[in-house]
């Protein structure tokens, strides 16, 4: 049982890492559709 913890720690932070790169992948990606439908409605 001993090394199911030490395996499982790095699993939780590496899952962790992607979720939060997708999440601020997501945040860039929306924010820039948002820029450009704000210069479209500009033009």
């Known amino acids: ?3 199911y913890p030490v395996s499982f720690i790095p699993t939780v ?3 962790a890492t ?3 790169f997708f999440l601020l992948f997501l945040k860039s990606f929306f ?3 948002n820029d450009l439908f704000l210069t479209s409605d500009k033009m």
């Open 31 to 33: 924010v820039n559709t």
């Open 13 to 15: 932070f590496f899952f």
């Open 1 to 3: 049982m001993y090394p």
């Open 18 to 20: 992607i979720v939060v």
